[in-house]
């Protein structure tokens, strides 16, 4: 009784239903390659199907016309028996299998397949293959087949081998009835025990033909919420309401996967650091017996190292005494599949602060070479695997137990570059709507610009010029290809130089966390190569490999660079062609390359002498050249003067930052607390967004979408807006001539060049996409020439910060901006002044249209100007 009370407690764990059975699963699935069907529309119906009688069906949006249900696998098994290529893919098909179309055809049935598939993917690969080769096997051709049927090196090849194995299984046939007919003996018992031992003593030989030599497709097995992509799922209508398919949301962190998810199939989000050249990749091997003259296979799977045969497994080289090395291998009969191996790493923000990121190799096959570049974001569904280090040999016995992981992958997702990336599919239809009238709520507002330049690092008191230039660098220009195949960037390089301690480093921070592709880095801590790209040494091949470096990274993105006085010389010059031509150029062992880096920088460097010293030059207080500091679209000298009160509001904003740990109260109390620095706010030349830093700062994300819309127009030059360009550069040119009066000890770094005119050139269309505008207005080239004016006073200011004050000559902005006009209508001998020259004038000198009225108000009360009523002209008053 004990026995059988024990046999019966132990049933249920060894029973044959815990475990997976094969057979069961490949009927399930050949049923779901037979009955499955797929919504598509009517106008992309396939042409090979003959079925006249379609079932229009309702959708969830009401609509029943155009709707019609097509068999899913039947027309792509068709065309793989009638060998009807598709036109992007010619020499191979390609079947996804998306275990929710799984679960969509059968939620109990396929649900239960489509968990152990995930489960065991590299087992049901073989049984997916298995069923799909049977079912091509049932099928009958096509009356048209032999219109796409073109016979290559297989088919013949094939044609061969069943014709030796028809004649060698004949010849063993006759063989065994001479046997049967001449009786056992002991000695004919002896050579069958040995042939058997022969036989077992083989490995992976055989003379059996494997069905993966005559295979034309590929198999890729889809984690459960993954779209396919090929046909016939091309054509798939997919309802938005009610869709099992979450393609934007899928992907682990590389630290996310643990061992239980060992031979599952995961999805893995990361950037693409490395790749290694496409190499064939040995799938069946292919030997010739010269003995016998038979043909041996040997199925490599997925074997990065493999022991060629030797011995022939026939049973007439097995029998025949002496026999040695008969197999030599046959590089034409055998099957090869292209073979790249990736190296993909955690992005910066899913690695935690103080950690080193991880990155894991993905090998991939087949159609999946060549998807992914370096530098690139992706997705990638596949198998985890372990995988030895070594399979023979003495780095295998160093090694000993020693496995590392690879990812077997199934799929690549190339995620869209940059900004190009929308927030709205990720959102429901009420969020979008209301995110859509948060963006249009700003962009028709008073002053976007203030307003989203105000949102970027609100906790930092003050910069608003440069919050701006940064903004404008996030947008961007328009890159133009011209028909000789010249192309001029559009990115916006920006430099930060000053003293310590005036929050650079923050800034870039910000910004390198705001941008979608941003990388941030320092100086001291990177070499020329890790900057551009390196050489390294291929560990799948023994070749030389090219891995690229942040600004290869940082393609399409901003890639910021702190301490960027502190790098070497050598290194420093590896960025010349970056900066301006946006290309790596990479001549080394033997590896002649040109990598795309079209990134914008944003460096921060400190001056030589611990806190700038205006009484030397700007190539003398920074450590840089002037063919680098010509390829900055604007500089920013950022000085710590001591001012009580700019340093008083500084203070408050910094202790009220910390004591409500935000900037939302911050503002409102700044707003109902002024203070005595009101006054010399409108002196200020950053000073005047006032109102708008008063409001509440931009979301991340809001930021984001509105910089993503602003990035798909392409704006460009009216006729009317050029001539005030020309107009403008040649003024600003000619402040620059030799015979010009000089503020600074050697300003030969802020000379106006052919630069600072697509400088311009490139923050008008920045401003100009700011706006949602496809044209370029006077407005966007004055506020360009304002802050290239402001970049440059700054440099040029002996006693000023980034605001643009001159307290050398003791005068505030109301004053220097009415000498202005007052020096003008000197020159021009007049009484009047029309006010758009007095604005543009005022613009071009580093001023903003709020201290331009500013100045016209005081000097009006004053009875010293006058502005008539339509507000056109000014008037000086003759005392």
Same mark, same amino acid.
């Given at each position: 009784m004990a026995t059988q009370d024990t046999q019966a407690t132990a049933d249920p764990l060894f029973s044959s239903s815990n475990f997976p059975r094969y057979d069961k699963d490949e009927e399930i699935f050949a049923s779901f390659l037979r009955e499955h069907t797929i919504l598509t529309l009517a106008s992309a119906r396939n042409d090979d199907s003959d079925d006249d009688d379609v079932l229009m069906e309702p959708t969830a949006d009401g609509v029943s016309h155009g709707m019609v249900r097509n068999p899913c696998y039947l027309p792509l098994l068709q065309r793989i028996k009638d060998r009807h290529y598709l036109e992007d893919k010619v020499g191979t098909f390609i079947i996804e299998i998306p275990l929710s179309e799984l679960i969509a055809w059968d939620s109990v049935k396929g649900g239960d397949l489509?968990?152990?598939?995930?489960?065991?993917?590299?087992?049901?690969?073989?049984?997916?293959?298995?069923?799909?080769?049977?079912?091509?096997?049932?099928?009958?051709?096509?009356?048209?087949?032999?219109?796409?049927?073109?016979?290559?090196?297989?088919?013949?090849?094939?044609?061969?081998?069943?014709?030796?194995?028809?004649?060698?299984?004949?010849?063993?046939?006759?063989?065994?009835? !001479?046997? !049967?007919?001449?009786?056992?003996?002991?000695?004919?018992?002896?050579?069958?025990?040995?042939?058997?031992?022969?036989?077992?003593?083989?490995?992976?030989?055989?003379?059996?033909?494997?069905?993966?030599?005559?295979?034309?497709?590929?198999?890729?097995?889809?984690?459960?919420?993954?779209?396919?992509?090929?046909?016939?799922?091309?054509?798939?209508?997919?309802?938005?309401?009610?869709?099992?398919?979450?393609?934007?949301?899928?992907?682990?962190?590389?630290?996310?996967?643990?061992?239980?998810?060992?031979?599952?199939?995961?999805?893995?989000?990361?950037?693409?650091?490395?790749t290694s050249d496409v190499k064939p990749f040995c799938a069946v091997a292919t030997y010739y017996c010269d003995a016998c003259g038979c043909e041996v296979y040997q199925v490599i799977a997925n074997q990065r190292e493999f022991m060629p045969q030797r011995s022939c497994p026939s049973e007439e080289c097995r029998t025949r005494r002496g026999g040695g090395d008969t197999l030599h291998l046959q590089t034409r009969g055998s099957k090869f599949v292209k073979f790249q191996e990736l190296k993909i790493q955690e992005l910066p923000s899913q690695v935690p602060i103080g950690h080193v990121p991880r990155s894991m190799s993905v090998y991939c096959r087949g159609e999946l070479t060549r998807m992914a570049t370096p530098g690139d974001v992706v997705t990638i569904d596949g198998i985890f695997l372990p995988r030895k280090l070594a399979e023979s040999g003495f780095a295998a016995i160093k090694a000993g137990l020693i496995s590392t992981t690879y990812l077997e992958s199934q799929n690549i997702i190339v995620h869209k570059k940059s900004y190009d990336e929308s927030l709205l599919d990720s959102l429901s239809d009420e969020e979008s709507a209301k995110l859509d009238a948060e963006i249009m709520t700003i962009a028709t507002g008073e002053d976007p610009v203030g307003k989203l330049s105000s949102s970027l690092a609100p906790e930092i008191f003050g910069h608003e010029d440069i919050k701006r230039a940064l903004l404008l660098q996030l947008v961007g220009g328009c890159t133009r290809s011209l028909p000789d195949g010249l192309k001029i960037r559009g990115d916006i390089n920006v430099c930060l130089m000053g003293d310590p301690g005036v929050a650079k480093s923050q800034l870039l921070k910000h910004v390198a966390s705001i941008a979608p592709r941003g990388v941030y880095t320092t100086g001291k801590g990177s070499s020329g190569v890790g900057l551009t790209a390196a050489v390294t040494k291929d560990t799948t091949t023994g070749e030389m490999a090219l891995e690229g470096g942040a600004l290869v990274l940082a393609d399409r993105g901003i890639c910021c660079i702190d301490e960027f006085d502190k790098m070497d010389e050598s290194d420093r010059t590896a960025i010349h062609e970056v900066m301006e031509q946006q290309t790596v150029s990479i001549a080394k062992a033997g590896i002649v390359a040109t990598l795309n880096a079209r990134a914008a920088v944003l460096a921060a460097a400190n001056p030589l002498y611990s806190r700038y010293n205006r009484h030397k030059s700007l190539s003398e207080n920074v450590n840089l050249p002037n063919s680098l500091l010509s390829r900055f679209d604007l500089l920013f000298l950022v000085l710590d003067i001591a001012d009580v009160d700019r340093d008083t509001a500084l203070a408050r904003h910094v202790t009220l930052v910390h004591q409500n740990e935000g900037v939302e109260e911050t503002n409102n109390k700044d707003k109902q607390q002024p203070t005595d620095a009101s006054d010399n706010a409108a002196d200020d030349g950053d000073d005047d967004e006032g109102g708008e830093n008063a409001d509440k700062p931009l979301a991340p994300r809001v930021l984001r979408e509105y910089i993503a819309r602003a990035r798909?127009?392409?704006?460009?030059?009216?006729?009317?807006?050029?001539?005030?360009?020309?107009?403008?550069?040649?003024?600003?040119?000619?402040?620059?001539?030799?015979?010009?009066?000089k503020t600074t000890v050697g300003g030969d770094q802020t000379v106006m060049t052919a630069r600072q005119l697509l400088s311009i050139l490139r923050l008008s269309q920045a401003l100009a996409r700011l706006r949602f505008s496809d044209y370029v207005a006077r407005e966007d080239v004055d506020e360009a020439i304002r802050l290239t004016h402001m970049s440059k006073a700054s440099l040029e200011d002996e006693g000023g910060d980034n605001g643009g004050r001159k307290r050398g000559r003791g005068e505030d902005a109301t004053s220097r901006i009415f000498n202005i006009l007052r020096d003008y209508a000197t020159v021009q001998n007049s009484t009047s002044v029309a006010l758009k020259t007095c604005e543009a004038m005022v613009l071009r000198k580093g001023f903003t249209a709020q201290q331009l009225q500013t100045c016209l108000e005081e000097y009006q009360a004053l009875d010293i100007i006058q502005v008539n009523s339509a507000r056109t002209q000014v008037f000086f008053v003759e005392g």
């Open positions: 489509a968990e152990r598939a995930t489960n065991n993917a590299n087992r049901y690969q073989e049984v997916f293959a298995k069923v799909i080769d049977e079912a091509l096997k049932g099928m009958e051709e096509s009356p048209n087949a032999n219109i796409h049927r073109q016979r290559d090196t297989i088919d013949v090849l094939a044609e061969q081998r069943i014709a030796q194995q028809q004649a060698s299984q004949q010849a063993r046939a006759e063989q065994q009835q !001479q046997q !049967q007919d001449g009786g056992g003996g002991i000695l004919n018992d002896q050579a069958q025990i040995n042939n058997a031992a022969n036989s077992a003593d083989i490995s992976g030989a055989t003379e059996e033909f494997p069905p993966d030599l005559m295979r034309r497709y590929e198999i890729r097995i889809l984690p459960v919420g993954r779209r396919g992509v090929c046909f016939p799922f091309t054509n798939q209508w997919i309802s938005k309401h009610n869709s099992p398919y979450n393609n934007s949301n899928m992907g682990l962190s590389l630290r996310d996967i643990r061992s239980r998810s060992m031979g599952k199939i995961v999805a893995v989000r990361g950037m693409i650091v490395r798909k127009h392409q704006p460009v030059v009216p006729q009317d807006v050029a001539p005030y360009v020309v107009e403008a550069y040649v003024t600003l040119r000619m402040q620059d001539r030799p015979g010009a009066k």
